[in-house]
């Protein structure tokens, strides 16, 4: 992972630089122009190819959604979901059958449990990678006839992808490419980074509520630093909105969270679909910040800021909300309070009843994962990511969840600061004045407090007398330097404080990022993908980037060039080697 | 309930090639490793993968030049028209690029129904009648129009949109939604983010809908990239335009002055001259005013959950609403916009092999007729289904069976299958080509699945006589008619009950079609747990799980081989020199097929 936040940056592959600066006529790499490359003479046996880019199809590829479209436009123009009616035969109208949807509990039995809506599980383990393929196939042949409209010549293809997917995902979702569609070659993009950029920043902490997880990647300088993931996610959801539902239909209250066996949701006492429907219809998710969910063993019980602006708690409103269920036996109009309806989401990401140490590694609350994720950066990677939290992803937009997580993050680090040292010795070392030798040094006692000291006065509190320190005094005024930057039109970073960002989403900036030509972290071409398949790829470092560097000097490279056509390697960037 | 219908599929050849070569076998993949990929493994019309290759016989062409069949995965396809399906104007490929994938005039689809949407004005809309009344003589209605749709009497005046004019509402639509769109948004949008630290910049002309942030950040990057390009210039090969400040040792230095420079700020420039040029380290800023694409996020949604309090579950879009959205992120039912209409394309088809075109159609988007289309169904025998009545042992395909399904499967009547009684069905072969056929048939002893039903064919080699033509040889179609109706009337009236089918006969023949017998043993369908005395040590673990959705259907897996004798195909360029006009040459076509026989009744 944070590989690629090293010094060398040779996943980048030259090809794609090169085709930046070229006119758009003739910016294929594999053009003629390029002699070092091995795919030429293929390139000449098919004319296609050469007026293959005139547009770059820009796909995301989810778990529930993908998203297709033209690099250079600003939404996708298809975004398609899976479902069981995706994977019938051709020619298979029983959708259409009357009784159809009351006998979803057949269709849906034998598999587990929302299976069908899904592309991939990323536990690959026992999983048809063709199936995926052939999924992923049918669907983006859908979205070009009847969306794009396009004709079936290559295109080249730019993937924006998740973090650390696992690499038999995307060997089949190139092996879709490549053999089916005929790309030439593929571009990689990596979805936080895009988030990122789509954001307008180089840098952030993008907090990606997907479906199988929750992930929190860094980016900083348009480059993943690490990544963080929760398996609180939409799945979580849906399955707590299943029991959620189940209850509302039983009449009963819904209790504190049971312990969840896949025999409950093996009862199919509603659909998945409509579970689904509820949770993205209705779900809303609470925020005051009373309920402070961590225990907090250290620090004093904080104030918060958000809670006067609270005249009409809806949280307090028990006044029931009607919903029709279809898919239950009988269907049935069920009544929720309208406070209730937060539950779900208080349950699968928050779970403020437990204290931090319940918790595996695998399942972290989002916002104590975000708040680690934020202490365990390097110090000025954090002051910058701090201020360009992003959230995206599907889950992000239930009604007032971002907003809770930000709360909570900054209600964390306003009790912790950045102190990675936890617990009651701590604090009574803290405490004792014996021990302590001077107010200064206990900010430096973690490796980070000093990124803050600055930046976020509110984090230390009034607790510290700041300037002792040298390195904590303030830069001294300089009025030259001030010109200077104002002639350059420079404004100060804004770093340091908490601050979420307002993202376009993934799509969004690969569109723009393709668009503009930017390097993606790797391209695959395909006459290598044939040769060599996945088990090709090299480690990043392997590259050789002074050779392809001299490869694209002009025209001196071209002898090199060809001496060097061996190894021409190439990379899945951060997605790792086989 | 509708019933089972027995049926056909078709599996496209193209579909062993693109599964071939895959390159992680040699690694562990983590696919099932006990279905090796190769040509001995039968195929399973029940492996999830099978509904992705099996096609019925209408959905298949044909290549005449390779003799293959082609489905509409394996063709390389073209476009000939793109026309709005709604107005059938025709839409350049140019302005499809430019102006997207959808209808620009004013034809929309109604974001609650889907239904066509038609221009109203206002004023006469609600009560046409009463109009009338007091003004009569005003014919031309005036003033604001909106969008109605007849069937859900939806109008977009319930979300508070309005047009001067009758004519291009597209335009209309979209000025209003990115331009001065503000009634929407605003209210959801601008309030006082509480959790805010930063000075929240919003410019009254900031851009607010995704489009316009877009386009705002798209221009935001062009010019830095233009900025960074034009100080840098001949460095690295002046690639200034893919360069973002990373990937260079300007990046590095970056780093190095924000570590080293003490009292320097922090985004370099500072001194950085003794570095390399220092326009690199200037590195592209981040964007930071509204008019640059960028927002704060707005935390505060109390709007929307006061909006969703007040008005509850039906105030929200459906999820197949939001879907049929333009853009991404409706929730109210009052966020919907009308939906123009998707455009349309006619394509034309061609091998991916030879490239010949094997479907064309007309250009006209109003003639729906082909000028080329070579379907499959002309040039590969079609197989009917039905069940040989005659002295079998179990009753069959009335609807008057009860459906032993309780009243929960997709298919009630049709044949019902008496599990472990042997019933025998006869398949009909019929040859659309002019030349004679041979057909062989292979099919497994035993179904794959969990129930494993036998099957044998009894005549698994036979010819079928070609297809003559019906105009010049009516008499002898005629005739052959009268006779084969008679064999079969006579081998029903002389044998009757006695008529058995033999193994290696086929049943009856025809002018150009061949009827075989073959016999199934359906399964038991009770899931139980094997005899603990058969299992051996090593089995797998019996699947147990309920039956799932069709499972209970017989589906017999059939591999069809083709051979004649047609006409050298006049592509190969050796062979047009010399070519007479009876030379024949073999042929042959061979592919798996699915058959569905019947349900299994499950007792």
């Given amino acids: 992972m944070s590989s690629s936040a090293g010094a060398s940056l040779p996943h980048r592959t030259v090809s794609s630089i090169r085709a930046g600066d070229r ?11 390029t002699p070092p490359r091995t795919i030429v003479p293929s390139a000449f046996g098919s004319p296609s190819t050469l007026r293959a880019d005139d547009d770059v199809v820009v796909i995301e590829v989810g778990s529930r959604k993908l998203r297709i479209g033209f690099a250079g436009d600003s939404a996708p123009k298809r975004i398609a979901s899976f479902g069981p009616e995706q994977q019938r035969r051709a020619g298979d109208f029983r959708a259409w059958e009357a009784d159809y949807q009351s006998d979803w509990r057949k269709r849906a039995s034998g598999k587990p449990w929302g299976a069908d809506y899904e592309l991939w599980q990323l536990d690959v383990r026992g999983q048809d990678l063709a199936l995926i393929g052939d999924k992923l196939e049918r669907e983006l042949r859908d979205a070009f006839t009847k969306y794009l409209l396009t004709d079936s010549r290559p295109r080249r293809l730019a993937l924006v992808l998740p973090p650390t997917l696992p690499i038999p995902l995307i060997s089949s979702v190139f092996d879709t490419a490549f053999n089916r569609f005929l790309s030439p070659s593929i571009l990689l993009l990596s979805s936080p980074v895009m988030t990122a950029m789509a954001a307008g920043t180089r840098s952030g902490l993008v907090i990606d509520i997907g479906w199988y997880e929750t992930t929190v990647t860094a980016v900083y300088e348009f480059r993943e630093v690490q990544s963080w993931r929760t398996v609180r996610a939409g799945k979580l959801l849906v399955e707590e909105t299943y029991e959620f539902l189940a209850h509302a239909i039983q009449g009963r209250p819904s209790t504190a969270r ?12 509603v659909s998945f679909e409509e579970c689904e429907e509820f949770a993205t219809r209705m779900l809303w998710c609470k925020r005051d910040a009373k309920e402070v969910p961590q225990d907090t063993t250290e620090g004093l019980p904080t104030l918060h800021e958000q809670d006067e602006s609270e005249t009409v708690a809806p949280a307090e409103d028990r006044s029931p909300i009607a919903v029709t269920l279809n898919s239950c036996n009988p269907p049935k109009t069920v009544e929720i309070p309208f406070a209730e309806l937060a539950e779900p989401c208080e349950a699968v990401f928050f779970e403020p009843h437990l204290s931090p140490c319940c918790f ?62 936890r617990g009651k010795g701590v604090d009574q070392y803290k405490n004792n004045p014996k021990l302590r030798r001077n107010g200064s040094r206990k900010s430096g006692e973690g490796p980070t407090p000093v990124a803050v000291r600055a930046e976020n006065p509110s984090t230390e509190g009034g607790e510290t007398a700041p300037p002792v320190n040298p390195a904590h005094a303030p830069p001294e005024y300089s009025k030259v330097e001030e010109d200077v930057q104002k002639f350059r039109n420079h404004k100060p970073i804004v770093q340091g404080t908490l601050r979420v960002i307002d993202s376009l989403g993934p799509w969004s900036g690969a569109s723009m990022a393709t668009q503009l030509k930017m390097p993606a972290l790797a391209t695959v071409e395909r006459e290598l ?50 | 309930m509708a019933s089972f219908a027995p049926y056909t599929y078709i599996q496209c050849p193209c579909h062993e090639s693109a599964s071939q070569g895959r390159p992680l076998d040699e690694t562990p993949s983590p696919t099932s490793q006990d279905i090796p990929d190769d040509d001995d493994h039968t195929f399973d019309p029940r492996a999830p993968r099978s509904n992705y290759s099996l096609y019925p016989l209408e959905y298949l062409l044909y290549c005449d030049v390779c003799t293959q069949i082609r489905c509409p995965r394996c063709v390389a396809e073209e476009l000939v028209t793109v026309y709005c399906p709604n107005c059938l104007f025709e839409v350049g490929s140019s302005s499809l690029k430019t102006e997207g994938n959808r209808c620009t005039r004013s034809c929309f689809q109604c974001p609650i129904c889907i239904g066509p949407l038609a221009v109203q004005s206002l004023e006469s809309a609600p009560d046409p009648s009463l109009l009338s ?16 749709c007849s069937y859900c009497n939806w109008n977009s ?34 309030s006082t983010s509480s959790g805010d630290l930063s000075p929240k910049k919003s410019d009254a002309a900031a851009p607010e809908s995704h489009k316009a942030r877009f386009n705002a950040m798209k221009a935001f990057y062009n010019a830095q990239n233009n900025a960074l390009s034009a100080t840098t210039a001949g460095s690295l090969s002046g690639m200034g335009a893919g360069d973002y400040g990373f990937n260079s040792p300007g990046a590095l230095s970056r780093i190095m002055n924000l570590y080293s420079g003490g009292n320097n700020n922090n985004t370099s420039g500072g001194n950085s001259s003794t570095l390399r040029p220092k326009a690199k380290a200037s590195a592209m800023r981040e964007a930071d005013s509204a008019n640059e694409g960028f927002r704060v996020a707005d935390l505060d949604e109390e709007a929307a959950v006061t909006k969703l309090r007040r008005e509850g579950w039906d105030a929200t879009a459906t999820g197949e609403q939001a879907q049929a959205q333009v853009e991404e992120g409706a929730r109210f039912t009052s966020d919907l916009w009308p939906i123009p209409y998707l455009l349309r394309a006619k394509r034309s088809k061609r091998c991916p092999v030879c490239r010949h075109i094997i479907s064309k159609p007309e250009s006209k988007v109003g003639n729906t007729r082909w000028r080329i289309r070579l379907v499959a169904n ?70 794959p699945g969990r129930f494993a039903s036998k099957v044998t064919v009894l005549c698994p080699e036979f010819h079928i006589d070609a297809n003559t033509d019906t105009d010049m040889y009516l008499e002898d179609v005629l005739k052959d008619g009268e006779k084969g109706g008679n064999a079969g009337r006579r081998r029903q009236g002389d044998e009757g009950t006695t008529h058995q089918a033999e193994a290696g006969k086929i049943w009856e023949r025809g002018r150009n079609w061949v009827s075989i017998v073959v016999e199934v043993v359906p399964a038991s369908l009770r899931i139980e747990e094997p005899p603990a005395l058969l299992r051996k040590e090593g089995d797998p673990e019996p699947d147990l799980s309920p039956l799932r959705e069709d499972e209970d259907i017989l589906e017999i897996p059939m591999f069809v081989r083709l051979e004649w004798e047609g006409d050298v195909s006049q592509d190969q360029v050796g062979t047009t020199a010399g070519k007479e006009k009876d030379t024949k040459e073999k042929k042959e076509l061979a592919y798996w097929c699915a058959i569905g026989i019947g349900r299994i009744s499950q007792e």
Avoid at chain 1, 564 to 569: D, K, L, M, T
Avoid at chain 2, 133 to 148: F, H, K, N, Y
Avoid at chain 2, 381 to 408: C, D, H, Q, R, V
Wanted: charged letters at 20%; aromatic letters at 6%.
């Fill in chain 1, 360 to 421: 595996d590694d695998h399942e972290l609350p989002v916002p104590l994962l975000a708040y680690r994720a934020l202490l365990q950066l390097p110090l000025d990677v954090r002051a910058i990511c701090m201020s360009r939290i992003i959230f995206t992803g599907g889950c992000s937009n239930i009604i007032g969840l971002r907003g809770r997580i930000f709360d909570e993050v900054s209600l964390l680090v306003k009790e912790r600061g950045w102190d990675p040292i």
């Fill in chain 2, 157 to 190: 005046s319930e979300i508070g949109v309005k047009f001067d004019k009758p004519q291009g509402i597209f335009s209309q639509l979209s000025k209003l939604r990115h331009g001065e769109d503000h009634h929407h948004q605003q209210h959801a949008k601008h």
């Fill in chain 2, 133 to 148: 009344a007091e003004s009569p003589t005003t014919p031309v209605p005036a003033g604001p129009w909106i969008l109605t």
């Fill in chain 1, 23 to 33: 006119s758009s006529s003739q910016a294929l790499p594999n053009a003629p122009h």
């Fill in chain 2, 378 to 447: 002309n040039s590969i025998p079609s197989i009917s289904i039905k069940p040989l009545t005659a002295g079998l042992s179990f009753s069959a395909s009335t609807a008057t069976i009860p459906t032993p399904t309780g009243g929960g499967g997709p298919g009630g009547g049709g044949y019902i299958l008496k599990p472990l009684q042997p019933a025998q069905f006869l398949l009909t072969f019929k040859n659309p080509m002019f030349e004679e056929l041979k057909v062989t048939l292979a099919t497994p002893a035993t179904t």
């Fill in chain 1, 258 to 269: 049971t312990e969840r066996t896949e025999d409950k949701l093996e009862d199919k006492a």
């Fill in chain 1, 529 to 578: 993908w044939l040769q060599q398949g996945v088990a090709g790829a090299c480690r990043p470092s392997e590259v050789d980037v002074k050779a392809q560097q001299r490869q694209s000097m002009g025209a001196g490279g071209l002898i090199r060039g060809q001496a060097s056509q061996a190894s021409s390697n190439w990379t899945l960037g951060v997605w790792g080697v086989v």
